[in-house]
């Protein structure tokens, strides 16, 4: 990988948001990443404690121009989880940082609904559009089951994939706005052009391992496995 190609996997509770109960037991991942030269950086899914995340920017020289919902879900980009708990996310860094908010155009109700977020601060695409970080390029796939908008970020030979796809597992799809045959369709077909050499990065630590290629998870993850949606919805019904 590139020297000038930024990249950091941050794990909530160890290092960052330390001490907090729900951010430890959740095991979520932000993504740091960006341009070392030009010093251009954006967080992938800041939550629990941003401001402590765009410290850490900060401290490495980075300048934050931009974050990245992969999903609304308040344990990736804050809101109030569950109807209980409210987990700080980027409504909160935006108090600190003008900077846009990159979501597929299905996620852009549910971001609003759910993270607080208006759509002055969203900056909305569709399925293989590119973000450009310095000279770093994000290609931003549209990957829907988990929720409607759900997006993974391919860059750099990394595939960064939110609650889409696990090492072991993939994401939930009977929470509002999951749709298993959706769900089915991303893995099948959606993810079929990311390369077995590109490294899974997934957005929350479900297995022992932080990273895998993507030829050893196609050929370990069991939701993977199944060759018809028939198949894949007798292991999950929709």
Not at 181 to 195: F, G, H, I
Request: net charge negative.
């Amino acid at each position: 990988m590139s020297e000038r190609f930024y990249f950091r996997q941050l794990l909530a509770g160890r290092d960052f948001a330390v001490g907090d109960a729900l951010a430890t037991s959740m095991r979520n991942f932000t993504y740091a990443l960006g341009d070392r030269e030009t010093g251009d950086a954006v967080l992938v899914d800041p939550a629990y404690r941003p401001s402590e995340l765009l410290e850490l920017v900060v401290a490495d020289g980075m300048s934050l121009v931009g974050v990245v919902a992969t999903h609304f879900h308040p344990d990736h980009v804050g809101g109030t989880l569950m109807g209980q708990q409210h987990v700080e996310g980027v409504a909160e860094l935006l108090t600190l940082v003008n900077v846009p908010v990159h979501v597929q155009a299905e996620e852009v109700e549910w971001m609003k609904a759910r993270a607080g977020l208006g759509v002055d601060a969203l900056a909305i695409h569709h399925d293989g559009e590119r973000v450009d970080v310095g000279d770093v390029a994000l290609t931003l796939l549209h990957t829907p089951g988990h929720t409607p908008g759900s997006q993974c970020v391919l860059v750099n030979g990394r595939l960064l994939s939110g609650d889409t796809l696990f090492i072991d597992g993939c994401g939930r799809t009977d929470f509002p706005g999951g749709d298993a045959r959706e769900m089915y369709k991303s893995l099948s077909e959606r993810l079929r052009r990311v390369s077995d050499e590109t490294v899974l990065f997934p957005g929350h630590l479900y297995a022992a391992e932080s990273s895998m290629s993507m030829g050893e998870v196609r050929a370990r993850n069991f939701v993977l496995a199944p060759q018809s949606q028939d198949e894949w919805l007798a292991m999950f019904p929709s």
